[in-house]
């Protein structure tokens, strides 16, 4: 797919990304219907998807120590922080539909 040669990441990251970016860019009933399908996804859908970034999160690191070490300064265009929050955000999508089976 183009977008991980564009984007530098993962499809299945970089899609989560685009799809997320354009859910904030929108208003009304369609951020309920993108609220919905992700209240939707199942703890096994979660875990999947929080293991996948993870895997990127891990590949982040990879080139952050290889460039570094390579170059003798940070890269640029870190992608951590982004990383990170979407985990975030998964996790407590995660806690949601725990507690609500509850």
């Given at each position: ?5 564009v ?9 989560l990304?685009?799809?997320?970016k354009?859910?904030?860019k929108?208003?009304?009933?369609t951020d309920?219907?993108?609220s919905?399908?992700?209240q939707?996804?199942s ?13 990127q999160?891990?590949?982040e ?10 170059n003798k300064y940070?890269r640029p ?12 955000a998964?996790r ?8 609500e089976?509850w």
């Amino acid at each position: 797919m183009v977008i991980s040669n564009v984007y530098g990441m993962t499809d299945v990251m970089a899609l989560l990304c685009m799809t997320m970016k354009n859910s904030l860019k929108q208003h009304g009933d369609t951020d309920k219907m993108v609220s919905r399908k992700i209240q939707e996804l199942s703890e096994a859908d979660l875990t999947y998807v929080e293991k996948l970034l993870g895997e990127q999160f891990a590949k982040e690191l990879e080139a952050d120590k290889t460039w570094t070490q390579k170059n003798k300064y940070d890269r640029p265009g870190n992608r951590k922080k982004q990383i990170i929050k979407l985990m975030d955000a998964v996790r407590s999508q995660k806690k949601l539909t725990t507690v609500e089976k509850w």
